[in-house]
C-alpha cells in the first residue's frame, strides 16, 4: 500500500496563484491540510479555491486559520505557530511544506512518492 502523503501550507490572500502550485505538486500529495493566516486583513477566496481544486483532483481537504496572538496586526504575527498548526491537522504518514507560490516539477513529485515507498525510511 502506498503511503499516504500530506500537504501542510499556510496561506495569506493567496487565491491568484494557489491552484497553480496545487497543480504542479498534485502528483506529491494525498491531503492538503491548509491554515489561513490574514491578520486583521479581510480574507479572500483562497480557501474555496483550494477546497474546489481538492473535491475535483480527489485530495483530501482539511483547514483551519490561525488567530494572531498579538491584536491588530495586519499580518502574521507568528508563521512558526501558523506552519505547526498545518503540521498538526496532517494525517499522512509523511508530510511536505510548500508556500502558495512554490512550484514543483513532475520529476520531483515522482521522486517524492518512490522517497516513501522505500522499505525501512521513515
Same mark, same amino acid.
Given at each position: 500500500?502506498n503511503? *499516504?502523503?500530506?500537504?501542510s501550507?499556510? @496561506?495569506?490572500?493567496? +487565491? +491568484?496563484?494557489i491552484e497553480?502550485?496545487? !497543480?504542479? +505538486?498534485a502528483?506529491?500529495?494525498?491531503?492538503? @491540510?491548509?491554515?489561513?493566516?490574514?491578520?486583521?486583513?479581510?480574507p479572500? &477566496?483562497? *480557501?474555496?479555491? +483550494? &477546497?474546489?481544486w481538492?473535491?475535483?483532483?480527489? *485530495?483530501?481537504?482539511?483547514?483551519?486559520?490561525?488567530?494572531?496572538t498579538?491584536?491588530?496586526?495586519?499580518?502574521? !504575527?507568528?508563521f /512558526?505557530? /501558523?506552519?505547526?498548526?498545518s503540521?498538526?491537522?496532517?494525517?499522512?504518514?509523511?508530510?511536505?511544506?510548500?508556500?502558495?507560490?512554490d512550484?514543483?516539477?513532475?520529476?520531483? @513529485?515522482? *521522486?517524492?512518492?518512490?522517497c516513501? &515507498?522505500q522499505?525501512?525510511?521513515?
Open positions: 500500500m503511503p *499516504k502523503i500530506s500537504l501550507m499556510i @496561506c495569506y490572500n493567496e +487565491a +491568484a496563484i497553480r502550485c496545487l !497543480d504542479s +505538486a502528483g506529491a500529495f494525498d491531503e492538503l @491540510c491548509l491554515v489561513r493566516s490574514v491578520g486583521t486583513e479581510k479572500d &477566496e483562497t *480557501k474555496e479555491v +483550494a &477546497e474546489a481538492c473535491f475535483i483532483n480527489r *485530495k483530501e481537504f482539511k483547514f483551519s486559520e490561525y488567530i494572531n498579538i491584536p491588530n496586526l495586519p499580518h502574521t !504575527d507568528n /512558526a505557530a /501558523a506552519r505547526q498548526l503540521f498538526n491537522m496532517a494525517t499522512g504518514d509523511w508530510c511536505i511544506w510548500l508556500d502558495c507560490d512550484l514543483l516539477d513532475e520529476e520531483t @513529485c515522482l *521522486k517524492l512518492r518512490r516513501t &515507498e522499505p525501512g525510511i521513515q
